[in-house]
Nanobody, 119 residues
Framework: VQLQASGGGLVQAGGSLRLSCAASGVTFSSYVMGWHRQAPGKQRELVATITSGGTTNYADSMKDRFTISRDNAKNTVYLQMNTLIPEDTAVYYC??????????????WGQGTLVTVSS
């Protein structure tokens, strides 16, 4: 399983970015996909998840600003991030897990993409 994240960069506070994660070597449409992030000096945290059927779940602090989506035909999951704040600065990772597996166990990870939000 390979996950390739992209789309990170430097953006001013209040701006937007869309992250993408392309998957290969997996039956993408059946997997639960997630975005996680790790800010400097902090533990990695879950940002959002999306099931094969499109059911989404978000961390409370991000649910009004971030949107996760997937395109099964392209084997890609996206994270649209709006109204970015400096506290969103982090390395963002996409991850995958099989359905009906523990929600805190993500066996497959991408390499991460850095998002930097300037004030």
């Amino acid at each position: 399983v390979q996950l390739q994240a992209s789309g990170g960069g430097l953006v001013q506070a209040g701006g937007s970015l869309r992250l993408s994660c392309a998957a290969s070597g997996v039956t993408f449409s059946s997997y639960v996909m997630g975005w996680h992030r790790q800010a400097p000096g902090k533990q990695r945290e879950l940002v959002a998840t999306i099931t094969s059927g499109g059911t989404t779940n978000y961390a409370d602090s991000m649910k009004d600003r971030f949107t996760i989506s997937r395109d099964n035909a392209k084997n890609t999951v996206y994270l649209q991030m709006n109204t970015l704040i400096p506290e969103d600065t982090a390395v963002y990772y996409c991850a995958a897990r099989r359905p009906f597996t523990p929600s805190d166990k993500w066996p497959y990870w991408g390499q991460g993409t850095l998002v930097t939000v300037s004030s």
